[in-house]
């Protein structure tokens, strides 16, 4: 089991440019977590999917932010344009989610974004 | 939506004493509270979890509590060593399957 897989580890990029960060989860989890850390605000929800459908994207920021889930075994999220303030390091995270069950999130080693 | 209170947001304390971290939630309908551990530029890492039908869980040094009526949980580390300075989150999940974190705390070890 490789755990999930984040790309890149870090990404530097000017204000404006487009960022997309990858995803890959942990085989046979069919839940998918995308979430922002900043000293501030501590660990953000961004978006959750379950069974490749996005449940909950209230966390999402604004409309510069879009993120996809277009098979069990892959995600993206995609900042266009970049600012400043979209600095942090944003993890990916997965779990097996179920009527009779709960089961802890396998967090990626994320990916420390910078735009300057 | 559940709302997750953690404290202390730092805690410090000599090698070999005990550390406790307190956790509140609002909704009664969560059944799953997870701890994980954040060392320094690395991911968060579950250490111990707990679910709603037991009061109390142990692993060696660590061990977590639950208190369903008063909505509160706890976590517990014993003989505390410089290796187990990090950031600890707590955080509960119930019917919607979206755990809702506490802001973290950050625990040093002096040794």
């Known amino acids: 089991d490789a755990g999930v897989i984040q790309s890149p580890r870090h990404e530097v990029t000017e204000m404006g440019q487009e960022v997309t960060l990858r995803c890959k989860p942990i085989?046979?989890?069919?839940?998918l977590f995308w979430y922002r850390q900043t000293m501030m605000r501590g660990l953000e929800l961004l978006i959750y999917?379950?069974?490749?459908?996005?449940?909950?994207d209230s966390g999402m920021p604004e409309d510069r932010f879009s993120a996809k889930m277009p098979n069990a075994s892959f995600s993206t999220l995609k900042i266009q344009p970049s600012e400043p303030r979209d600095s942090a390091v944003y993890f990916c995270?997965?779990?097996?989610?179920?009527?009779?069950?709960?089961?802890?999130?396998?967090f990626g080693n994320g990916t420390r974004l910078t735009v300057t | 939506g559940e709302n997750v209170e953690q404290h202390p947001s730092t805690l410090s304390v000599q090698e070999g004493d005990s550390a406790v971290i307190k956790c509140t939630y609002s909704?009664?309908?969560?059944?799953?509270f997870p701890w994980y551990k954040q060392e320094l530029g690395k991911r968060p890492q579950l250490i111990i979890d707990?679910?709603?039908?037991?009061g109390e869980k142990k692993d060696q040094r660590i061990a977590v509590t639950l208190n369903k009526t008063a909505k509160h949980f706890s976590l517990h580390i014993t003989e505390t060593q410089p290796e187990d300075s990090a950031v600890y989150f707590c955080a509960a999940r119930g019917g919607s399957y979206i755990p809702t974190f506490g802001r973290g705390t950050s625990l040093i070890v002096h040794p």
């Open positions: 995270a997965s779990s097996r989610s179920g009527a009779s069950y709960n089961s802890p999130l396998h």
């Open positions: 707990i679910r709603s039908n037991v």
């Open positions: 085989s046979g989890h069919n839940s």
């Open positions: 999917f379950n069974n490749n459908v996005p449940i909950d």
């Open positions: 909704d009664s309908a969560s059944n799953y």
